[in-house]
């Protein structure tokens, strides 16, 4: 007898439903209660609510993938998180420095003085929630069931695709800005997943790059102002700078995270993690066709 979650459409509906719905409310959630927080308790509230919704969306995308998918979510494995956490937060940072560093030579970005006082609560609590939020739905649920569907190259393009779009509703957001995002983040942290198989190394450095491009250089992330430690303005053509979007829009970050992207790719073809293009809607259809 066939379970009605025995359909991977059906699967990704229903999860890609749940996590959005959770992480909206995540997001949402601490902008409309915070104005009514006494100010000298608005740090402790802010902190609070990011740890228990980082937890909450873990466990609603761990729940669930045991429910519909009776078995225990891998790629969430406890073990594995410390070393691919740091990783991916080392290699994001690394990446936006990257960026900042190019943009600098060309003179186009213009890094001001340190400052060692600013509060980095607002761009530490950004950073946790969209890495873990945006990851367990574009690679955790888009990516990985595409992919069981209908192999990784349909499932790249479609969550990078899909990711790209997703921002087109930000400040300063453009059809070129959405481009930038899928190619440069979206690929990237797809074959992030696809080498390691586990959704920490993605949700590292989705967090590395938006807490570097946020708390570190003050740049504009997606559309949206922050304060660092260091305050970066761009001037020159919108190609290199990004325009009202910030950096990520930037050719450049395009370059550089597409270098990153076919490296890690290259580890994972190393792997065998590559899967060949199939049609695979049920969990008991026949075995995929080779590509």
């Given at each position: 007898m066939h379970n009605f979650f025995d359909n991977r459409v059906v699967?990704?509906?229903?999860?890609?439903?749940?996590?959005?719905v959770a992480y909206a409310g995540a997001e949402i959630y601490p902008a409309l209660v915070l104005p009514r927080i006494a100010v000298e308790q608005r740090e402790a509230f802010a902190i609070g609510t990011t740890v228990v919704s980082a937890a909450a969306l873990l466990l609603i995308y761990g729940l669930f993938v045991r429910v519909m998918?009776?078995?225990?979510?891998?790629e969430l494995k406890a073990s594995r998180?410390?070393?691919?956490?740091?990783a991916g937060a080392a290699i994001g940072i690394g990446l936006f420095s990257s960026v900042i560093a190019a943009l600098s030579l060309m003179g186009v970005a213009h890094v001001g003085a340190f400052n060692a006082h600013q509060n980095l609560l607002y761009a530490a609590n950004m950073a946790v929630l969209s890495g873990i939020g945006e990851e367990l739905i574009f690679r955790g649920v888009v990516y990985r069931i595409f992919e069981e569907m209908f192999g990784s190259l349909t499932a790249l393009f479609v969550s990078a695709a899909f990711f790209g779009l997703t921002h087109l509703d930000n400040h300063g957001a453009t059809l070129t800005s959405a481009a930038a995002i899928a190619l440069e983040a979206g690929v990237l942290l797809g074959v992030c997943y696809m080498a390691v198989r586990n959704l920490w190394l993605p949700i590292g450095l989705h967090f590395g790059w938006n807490f570097a491009e946020s708390g570190i250089f003050g740049s504009i992330v997606s559309g949206n102002a922050f304060k660092g430690m260091f305050a970066t303005?761009?001037?020159g053509p919108e190609l290199l700078t990004g325009g009202a979007f910030g950096p990520e829009a930037s050719v450049v970050a395009v370059a550089i995270c597409g270098t990153a992207a076919l490296v890690i790719l290259s580890v994972a073809l190393r792997r065998g993690e590559w899967k060949a293009l199939r049609l695979t809607i049920n969990d008991r259809a026949s075995a995929p066709a080779a590509a």
């Open positions: 699967r990704f509906l229903v999860l890609f439903v749940l996590t959005l998918e009776h078995r225990r979510p891998g998180a410390p070393a691919n956490l740091i303005t761009m001037t």
